[in-house]
């Protein structure tokens, strides 16, 4: 069972419960959390008391395809891991002066430790959500997108849902130094997430999601990676307490957990790529880059 939010004929946004079979029923909750509360107050999991209010519902006539589909919950903040993935080591080892000169980096280090990387990827007014625009750094010379599983947690860590997160990184900004994380990471629209939050109670297994990530460029594929988050070096509640520690967390948090699909290193995305992340059960992300308006040059 998934959630999703649209917005319907008068341009109202509405919440929706997605069965595997596609079919969609409009609910009458305003958000994702609302649900979410309701079914604490009723004493029961979010799962069933989903399918127990849809049982009484007809399915709305519009298909999937068909809709305008918003970011399937407004997160007050989107955290990220980093490191998570020996690929993701890898490539950051590349970016760095000492990963070139073969010496053990910082990246190395975090890896291995028994403290993860997280840092603050976005906040609700940088992310958008499905088939939004997504913008590139006017400063950087090499941005890729990181194609992420997304965990929707409440302020207490327990994890709700899973969703997709595209993390746009600036290669060259961080390779150049490390202390660079929050410019290669966060800007205007550098984050979106979506399209849709699998109810983590319909999951059997978080560690077998498949991960799929192409890029098109003019109408052709020049990208395409996958992996699978078996491959993850930590395990998601870990990620989780570690953000927890002496933090302050709010109900609809996304912590992303890292990525494993990296672009050859001679490329970098370029006004009007369209990029795809395909998370299995979850949906497919579909985001658009652009060069922001008003950008600064000579930098």
Same mark, same amino acid.
């Given at each position: 069972?998934?959630?999703?939010?649209?917005?319907?004929?008068?341009?109202?946004?509405?919440?929706?419960?997605?069965?595997?079979?596609?079919?969609?029923?409009?609910?009458?909750?305003?958000?994702?959390?609302?649900? @979410?509360?309701?079914?604490?107050?009723?004493?029961?999991?979010?799962?069933?008391?989903?399918?127990?209010?849809?049982?009484?519902?007809?399915?709305?006539?519009?298909?999937?395809?068909?809709?305008?589909?918003?970011?399937?919950?407004?997160?007050?903040?989107?955290?990220?891991?980093?490191?998570?993935?020996?690929?993701?080591?890898? @490539?950051?080892?590349?970016?760095?002066?000492?990963?070139?000169?073969?010496?053990?980096?910082?990246?190395?280090?975090?890896?291995?430790? !028994?403290?993860?990387?997280?840092?603050?990827?976005?906040?609700?007014?940088?992310?958008?959500?499905?088939?939004?625009?997504?913008?590139?750094?006017?400063?950087?010379?090499?941005?890729?997108?990181?194609?992420?599983?997304?965990?929707?947690?409440?302020?207490?860590?327990?994890?709700?849902?899973?969703?997709?997160?595209?993390?746009?990184?600036?290669?060259?900004?961080?390779?150049?130094?490390?202390?660079?994380?929050?410019?290669?990471?966060?800007?205007?629209?550098?984050?979106?997430?979506?399209?849709?939050?699998?109810?983590?109670?319909?999951?059997?297994?978080?560690?077998?999601?498949?991960?799929?990530?192409?890029?098109?460029?003019?109408?052709? !594929?020049?990208?395409?990676?996958? @992996?699978?988050?078996?491959?993850?070096?930590?395990?998601?509640?870990?990620?989780?307490?570690?953000?927890?520690?002496?933090?302050?967390?709010?109900?609809?948090?996304?912590?992303?957990?890292?990525?494993?699909?990296?672009?050859?290193?001679?490329?970098?995305?370029?006004?009007?790529?369209?990029?795809?992340?395909?998370?299995?059960?979850?949906?497919?992300?579909?985001?658009?880059?652009?060069? @922001? !308006?008003?950008?600064?040059?000579?930098?």
């Amino acid at each position: 069972m998934r959630i999703i939010s649209y917005l319907n004929e008068k341009s109202v946004p509405v919440l929706a419960a997605l069965t595997n079979e596609g079919q969609i029923y409009s609910l009458p909750q305003k958000d994702f959390f609302e649900l @979410a509360q309701q079914a604490k107050d009723h004493d029961t999991s979010l799962l069933h008391f989903v399918e127990s209010a849809i049982s009484t519902l007809d399915p709305i006539s519009q298909s999937l395809e068909k809709l305008s589909l918003l970011v399937p919950i407004e997160a007050p903040e989107v955290w990220a891991a980093g490191v998570t993935y020996e690929r993701s080591r890898d @490539a950051r080892n590349f970016e760095s002066i000492d990963g070139i000169n073969c010496l053990t980096t910082v990246y190395d280090k975090v890896y291995d430790a !028994k403290r993860p990387e997280i840092f603050l990827k976005s906040t609700a007014a940088r992310t958008v959500g499905p088939n939004d625009k997504l913008y590139l750094r006017s400063d950087s010379k090499w941005q890729i997108p990181e194609p992420e599983l997304g965990l929707v947690i409440n302020s207490e860590g327990e994890i709700l849902g899973y969703t997709i997160g595209n993390d746009l990184s600036c290669r060259d900004i961080e390779g150049e130094n490390p202390l660079y994380l929050p410019q290669a990471k966060i800007w205007k629209n550098s984050c979106s997430i979506g399209p849709a939050i699998l109810l983590s109670e319909a999951v059997r297994d978080p560690y077998q999601f498949e991960i799929t990530c192409r890029i098109y460029r003019n109408g052709d !594929k020049v990208v395409e990676g996958s @992996a699978n988050t078996r491959q993850l070096k930590r395990k998601f509640d870990e990620l989780v307490s570690y953000l927890l520690k002496d933090n302050q967390i709010f109900n609809g948090t996304v912590l992303l957990t890292g990525t494993c699909i990296v672009p050859p290193n001679e490329f970098t995305l370029v006004d009007g790529d369209q990029i795809e992340i395909d998370i299995s059960d979850i949906g497919v992300l579909q985001n658009t880059v652009h060069l @922001a !308006k008003n950008v600064v040059h000579n930098l």
